[in-house]
Structures are given as structure tokens and as C-alpha cells.
């Protein structure tokens, strides 16, 4: 029986010496995911940096449109000054992969889309078009969710005064 006993012995340290390794190297793991910030607030810091990164892909056609000197000469249809209606088809894409990475992101606006918000559901009911290739009618495209956007925002405005 000694040989038997010494194999047990044996296979018993050896799980042992397994046991501690798998231990060390999981508490090793975890100081180490917790360093490079894999916590608790891991989701919301995620959530939180995708949604910033949503508006910094928005902030091009916001900057050409908010600077756009003919755009404020030309009053209400500024949208369709030549320097807003060229930047707007050229960051179209980028603007609208932002749009939906902002609201997969933000809680806020999740919020203003359940409540009902007519920019929010503008916004994503036309970030679609933005990613049509620009072989197929940019200029139409753009025109089309600018005067969109006018449009329903417009209605939207128009209905929330009646009630």
C-alpha cells in the first residue's frame, strides 16, 4: 500500500501546487483588469465615452453650419447656402453613424426618443440617409434631411403649441 499512498500523496501536492497557481494568477488578473480600469463603472464609463464620441462625430457639420456666413444672410433657408449644404453632404456619414452612437450611449437621449422629443425622432429617422454612397443623389440627400428636419421639427413645435 506505500507505493498507492505515495501516488495519492503526489497527486494531492500536485493539485495543491494547481490550486495556488490558479489562484495567484486570478488575483493577478484582477488587480490588473482593475488598474486599467475594469470596474464596476466599466458600463456606464463605456456607455458614457460612446456617447462622447457620437457628438464628436456630429461636430463637424455643427461647426460648418454655425459658421457659414452666407448661411446667416440668407435667413431661413441657410440650410441651403452652398458652404452648409457642401459640409453637410461631405461629414453626412460621419454625422449620422454619431447621431445613433450618441443615443445608443446616452440615457438622456433615450429618454427625449420614449417621451416623444420630434428632433430626436428627426435626427434618427434621417441619420439613414447619410449613409447612402454619394453616387446616389448627395445633394438630394442632404437638401432632403435638412428640409426634413425643418419640416418636422416645424410640425412638431406647430402641435406641442395646439395642446
Same mark, same amino acid.
Given at each position: 500500500?506505500?507505493?498507492?499512498? *505515495? ?35 466599466? @458600463? ?6 460612446? !456617447?462622447?464620441?457620437?457628438?464628436? &462625430?456630429? !461636430? ?9 456666413? &452666407? ?13 452648409? #449644404? ?11 453613424? @454619431?447621431?445613433?452612437?450618441? %443615443? ?24 439613414? #440617409?447619410? %449613409? ?10 442632404? !437638401? ?5 428636419? *425643418?419640416?418636422?421639427?416645424?410640425? @412638431? *413645435? ?6
Amino acid at each position: 500500500m506505500g507505493f498507492f499512498n *505515495r501516488i495519492k500523496k503526489g497527486i494531492k501536492s500536485a493539485g495543491n501546487k494547481i490550486v495556488k497557481g490558479v489562484k495567484r494568477t486570478a488575483g493577478k488578473t484582477v488587480k490588473g483588469l482593475k488598474s486599467a480600469g475594469f470596474n464596476k463603472n466599466f @458600463g456606464k464609463d463605456f456607455m458614457k465615452g460612446f !456617447a462622447m464620441a457620437g457628438k464628436a &462625430l456630429q !461636430a463637424p457639420e455643427k461647426f460648418i453650419t454655425q459658421n457659414d456666413p &452666407l448661411a446667416k444672410k440668407m435667413g431661413g433657408f441657410g440650410f441651403l447656402s452652398p458652404i452648409s #449644404l457642401a459640409g453637410s453632404i461631405l461629414t453626412a456619414p460621419l454625422t449620422s453613424v @454619431g447621431v445613433v452612437e450618441e %443615443l445608443i450611449g446616452s440615457k438622456k437621449k433615450q429618454k427625449k426618443l420614449k417621451s416623444g422629443d420630434a428632433d430626436t425622432i428627426t435626427d434618427l429617422a434621417l441619420a439613414p #440617409l447619410g %449613409l447612402i454612397p454619394i453616387g446616389g443623389g448627395s445633394a438630394v440627400k442632404s !437638401a432632403g434631411k435638412s428640409v426634413g428636419k *425643418r419640416l418636422v421639427s416645424g410640425v @412638431g *413645435r406647430g402641435l406641442s403649441k395646439l395642446f
